[in-house]
């Protein structure tokens, strides 16, 4: 292979691209296409072994074409994602280049081949915005390393191979050649939010489309390049200008992006590649799968968050290349079901209550986009890992929230399951209609309190359609979330108005601000603690900004216009806490007498118990509180020692484990002794198994989403709950770790 250096480099990689372009625009089927390609690499850069792997799933690459290699193992020889000095190459989206293969660590031998007589190996990822597509492989019988010239050209090639990848030019009957976006693909995420829901895709930013990644004349595309580059300069500067009055987090983040638009080593490698041959916007793409890499091996929060500022400004430019705007003229369908990699609390509720399902490539069950999603009920899947790859606008997609799993373009079995089981689902909604209006009194007379949580004025037509009994739990924070700047204190009477009237004399229980930990403002300058969950979060941040607290307990006051009003705060680790935040709630009602505003009929001031150590306080405390919330969500990952956040443990812990259940009894015990009324608020109140044990307990109301009301109140109308704690007693009795067993067999021979 000839040693490719300077002008003589972007030579000869022009005209290997050249030789390329022409082999893909020859009318032929996936495969000749493939062989051909192969061919001309080989010849092109006199290497003896030319090879194309492609991923044939997942996990699974497979030998495509081979010049060099024996014919018979195209097809044949497959490899595991890791395995092998290919696998390695793919799954690193690393290059491997050795002058002795077979001493290479993972080196894997494959007889069927033919590969034995060659000994040196460089292996380029075949990558596509972050995302590796397959692996290109030279190989040649001299022990050599391939030089840094023909490694850079050979991955000007690999980019080609993955656009042409993309746009389906290797379809065919060849095994792993099938075309991309018309099989059926499962994927399986987190559940932000429960549901079921069929629908068609709705893009939220569609990808950008490179269909030219070969260009004839790098100086026409340079000047292309210089032209788009000075359009994203102005659009940023004008971002920039537009928000001097902005908060300094968001002038930061604008000038990270003015920093990389005006960056010389990003301009030089950009040019680098489309002197080699590459278009503008392919050469855009190259370096932005190049930060994309980056960027999932990084350990660095901050230089991960700087490195995906990097990539929006890429698709920024890619954008202005191509002329492909967001808005592709794609009509969102009555069905729509909306996939993106990530999206702001303030563009979810553009879109509102018109989306059947969401379905995110990243996301957590404590963001923003999953708090806004569950306050509208939309079933919603996080950490989906590939769907904006692997989804096209108006794809067939089934959303199972309940299980965590996607069906892309299903086939005809898994879509008929899945209809009868929302036919089984719709089935059930029917009977639990029936009991709507019905209290949800145990065969042996308790009657327990249902009401739901809530964060939005959209959530409140629920209150009758649900059967709740009031509002549990209002969340306050979302009209923050979605703001650029602090809301006025008039403004947020005004919705805490609407609540109550909505409310129509329902009992609403307002939360006070509780950002922090996963909830950070937009103009609020976040912390970076290295564990916001146990940081500077809900009533501390309230009790260290006392303004923001008075300007909240103020609009609660001047919003009940005499009715009565119930307020609790939220995180109160320690009984201090509780007082301090009463005595600003106290001052701030004789201030509103003072200044002539009508004060609430009715003050109810209570907590929620998220942390253990409040379960431990003194007694003044339960006798202080009005009402105690237990916030199962925080209170079971503190008990557990499992953030809830994190999907490889918050799921091994069991709510109906009998340490946690023994806890919960013994906090209901004080609150009896001290006559203090608690209820139990989180996801595990709407799970009907959970409910019953939590009702079981002693817990007299529980707070949920609305769609969990009636499966919660069938189930306890059903059952004598002085039998099911006999049989949760009898098996913390027996040493079981969990009662769920003993629990759902004694339900299930009812």
């Known amino acids: 292979?000839?040693?490719?250096?300077?002008?003589?480099?972007?030579?000869?990689?022009?005209?290997?691209?050249?030789?390329?372009?022409?082999?893909?625009?020859?009318?032929?089927?996936?495969?000749?296409?493939?062989?051909?390609?192969?061919?001309?690499?080989?010849?092109?850069?006199?290497?003896?072994?030319?090879?194309?792997?492609?991923?044939?799933?997942?996990?699974?690459?497979?030998?495509?074409?081979?010049?060099?290699?024996?014919?018979?193992?195209?097809?044949?020889?497959?490899?595991?994602?890791?395995?092998?000095?290919?696998?390695?190459?793919?799954?690193?989206?690393?290059?491997?280049?050795?002058?002795?293969?077979?001493?290479?660590?993972?080196?894997?031998?494959?007889?069927?081949?033919?590969?034995?007589?060659?000994?040196?190996?460089?292996?380029?990822?075949?990558?596509?915005?972050?995302?590796?597509?397959?692996?290109?492989?030279?190989?040649?019988?001299?022990?050599?390393?391939?030089?840094?010239?023909?490694?850079?050209?050979?991955?000007?090639?690999?980019?080609?191979?993955?656009?042409?990848?993309?746009?389906?030019?290797?379809?065919?009957?060849?095994?792993?050649?099938?075309?991309?976006?018309?099989?059926?693909?499962?994927?399986?995420?987190?559940?932000?939010?429960?549901?079921?829901?069929?629908?068609?895709?709705?893009?939220?930013?569609?990808?950008?489309?490179?269909?030219?990644?070969?260009?004839?004349?790098?100086?026409?595309?340079?000047?292309?390049?210089?032209?788009?580059?000075?359009?994203?300069?102005?659009?940023?500067?004008?971002?920039?200008?537009?928000?001097?009055?902005?908060?300094?987090?968001?002038?930061?983040?604008?000038?990270?992006?003015?920093?990389?638009?005006?960056?010389?080593?990003?301009?030089?490698?950009?040019?680098?590649?489309?002197?080699?041959?590459?278009?503008?916007?392919?050469?855009?793409?190259?370096?932005?799968?190049?930060?994309?890499?980056?960027?999932?091996?990084?350990?660095?929060?901050?230089?991960?968050?700087?490195?995906?500022?990097l990539d929006d400004l890429s698709n920024r430019l890619l954008r202005i290349l191509t002329g492909q705007g967001k808005d592709t003229g794609a009509e969102m369908p009555q069905n729509a079901v909306l996939v993106a990699r990530n999206i702001g609390p303030g563009e979810l509720l553009e879109y509102g209550r018109s989306l059947r399902g969401i379905v995110l490539e990243e996301g957590s069950v404590g963001s923003h986009a999953t708090i806004i999603a569950r306050a509208l009920a939309i079933p919603l899947i996080i950490n989906a890992s590939r769907i904006t790859t692997e989804a096209l606008n108006g794809d067939y997609i089934l959303v199972d929230g309940e299980q965590g799993i996607v069906h892309l373009r299903p086939d005809d079995s898994v879509k008929a399951a899945f209809h009868d089981k929302i036919a089984m689902q719709t089935t059930a909604a029917e009977r639990y209609s029936s009991i709507r209006d019905k209290p949800a009194i145990t065969l042996d007379g308790t009657e327990i309190r249902l009401s739901m949580n809530a964060g939005l004025m959209a959530d409140l037509p629920s209150l009758e359609s649900s059967g709740a009994q009031g509002v549990g739990l209002f969340r306050t924070e979302l009209q923050f979330l979605v703001r650029n700047k602090m809301p006025r204190r008039g403004e947020l009477v005004e919705l805490y108005k609407r609540v109550l009237n909505a409310a129509d004399g329902q009992r609403v229980n307002f939360r006070t601000l509780d950002i922090g930990s996963d909830k950070v403002l937009p103009y609020m300058k976040p912390q970076d603690e290295p564990n916001p969950a146990m940081g500077w979060r809900a009533i501390r941040l309230g009790l260290d900004k006392p303004g923001v607290m008075r300007m909240q307990l103020q609009a609660f006051i001047r919003a009940c216009e005499g009715r009565p009003l119930t307020v609790m705060f939220p995180f109160v680790a320690q009984f201090d806490e509780y007082i301090q935040a009463r005595e600003i709630f106290e001052k701030v009602l004789e201030n509103e007498a003072r200044l002539g505003h009508i004060l609430p009929e009715r003050v109810e001031i209570g907590a929620m118990l998220e942390t253990p150590s409040l379960a431990f306080a003194p007694e003044q405390f339960f006798e202080m509180c009005d009402f105690i919330s237990v916030g199962g969500n925080d209170l079971k990952q503190f008990f557990f020692a499992a953030d809830r956040e994190n999907e490889r443990v918050r799921k091994r812990y069991d709510t109906l484990n009998v340490s946690f259940l023994s806890f919960l009894e013994g906090i209901v015990e004080r609150c009896v002794a001290s006559g203090t009324s608690i209820s139990f608020c989180g996801e595990d109140a709407g799970r009907p198994v959970e409910a019953l044990c939590f009702a079981a307990m002693g817990f007299r109301a529980l707070s949920m989403r609305p769609a969990s009301i009636g499966p919660v109140k069938n189930l306890l109308r059903r059952v004598d709950l002085a039998e099911a704690k006999s049989v949760i007693d009898a098996a913390r009795a027996s040493g079981a770790q969990s009662v769920r067993p003993a629990v759902v067999e004694w339900i299930s021979n009812l």
């Open 1 to 309: 292979m000839p040693n490719l250096s300077g002008k003589s480099t972007q030579s000869e990689s022009r005209k290997l691209l050249g030789r390329l372009r022409e082999a893909l625009a020859e009318d032929s089927e996936g495969q000749k296409r493939l062989d051909r390609i192969t061919s001309l690499i080989a010849d092109s850069i006199a290497t003896e072994v030319c090879s194309i792997y492609l991923f044939r799933d997942q996990d699974t690459l497979e030998l495509c074409a081979s010049e060099g290699l024996k014919a018979e193992a195209v097809h044949q020889t497959r490899l595991r994602l890791g395995e092998g000095l290919v696998g390695r190459v793919a799954k690193s989206g690393s290059i491997v280049n050795s002058a002795n293969a077979p001493s290479e660590r993972g080196f894997r031998f494959m007889p069927e081949t033919g590969e034995e007589i060659y000994s040196s190996f460089l292996g380029i990822p075949v990558q596509r915005l972050g995302e590796t597509l397959g692996v290109l492989v030279v190989q040649s019988k001299d022990a050599r390393s391939y030089s840094e010239d023909e490694v850079y050209a050979l991955e000007v090639v690999a980019m080609v191979l993955a656009e042409m990848a993309e746009l389906g030019a290797f379809v065919g009957d060849g095994a792993a050649l099938s075309a991309r976006h018309q099989h059926p693909v499962m994927i399986r995420g987190g559940v932000g939010q429960e549901g079921t829901a069929v629908g068609n895709v709705y893009l939220h930013e569609p990808r950008v489309v490179v269909t030219n990644p070969i260009a004839d004349d790098p100086q026409a595309e340079e000047i292309r390049l210089d032209a788009a580059v000075d359009t994203l300069r102005v659009s940023v500067d004008e971002l920039l200008l537009g928000a001097v009055q902005g908060d300094k987090e968001q002038l930061q983040v604008l000038e990270t992006y003015r920093m990389f638009a005006n960056s010389k080593g990003w301009m030089r490698r950009i040019k680098e590649d489309i002197s080699r041959g590459l278009s503008a916007e392919a050469a855009v793409e190259k370096e932005q799968s190049t930060a994309r890499t980056r960027m999932s091996q990084v350990p660095d929060a901050y230089l991960r968050e700087r490195l995906h500022d």
